[in-house]
């Protein structure tokens, strides 16, 4: 087991526990974008999203309101982000998937760099119909 959130789940090494529930343990980001950064992990181990079964999601959502109800109201907060890095490319660097909530301020210089596109002629229609395609299968 070298996973480093399956040994906390384990209880193996320390973290700072904030809630846990049968599906999901949260904890704070031992590297927090800020102060209240915190991570939310299934207990059992999934590589990524998509790996993670149905019947655990409503468990791991429940803990990821919770948590983020906890860090806006602890701080005072006017807004905060949740996300998940899936895959390299996307940014993650542990593969056990995991949800972040990190406060946010204003003026705090987080900023996604973004190069929005605009979908021309029939495009709009032909990418909603590929995947509408692959929900289907």
Same mark, same amino acid.
């Given at each position: 087991?070298?996973?480093? !959130? ?7 090494? *320390? ?5 846990? $529930?049968?599906? @999901? ?5 031992? $590297? %927090?974008? /800020?102060?209240?950064?915190? &991570?939310?992990? *299934?207990? $059992? ?7 993670? *079964?149905? =019947?655990? &999601? ?11 109800? @906890?860090?806006?109201?602890? !701080?005072? &907060? ?6 998940? =890095? $899936?895959? #390299? ?10 949800? /972040?909530? #990190? %406060?946010?301020? *204003? ?6 760099? &973004? ?23």
């Amino acid at each position: 087991m070298a996973c480093i !959130f399956c040994k906390i789940i384990a209880k193996e090494i *320390p973290a700072e526990i904030l809630f846990e $529930n049968d599906s @999901a343990i949260a904890i704070l980001d031992v $590297n %927090p974008i /800020h102060y209240g950064h915190a &991570l939310v992990i *299934p207990k $059992n181990h999934h590589k990524d999203f998509l790996e993670v *079964p149905e =019947n655990e &999601l409503p468990g791991m959502m429940h803990a990821v309101h919770v948590v983020a109800r @906890a860090i806006v109201k602890s !701080f005072d &907060l006017r807004g905060f982000n949740f996300f998940s =890095n $899936n895959g #390299t490319v996307a940014g993650q660097s542990v593969f056990h998937f995991h949800i /972040h909530i #990190t %406060p946010r301020y *204003p003026d705090d210089n987080i900023r996604f760099v &973004l190069q929005l596109k605009r979908y021309e002629g029939e495009e709009m229609k032909d990418v909603a119909a590929k995947i509408r395609a692959s929900i289907q299968e």
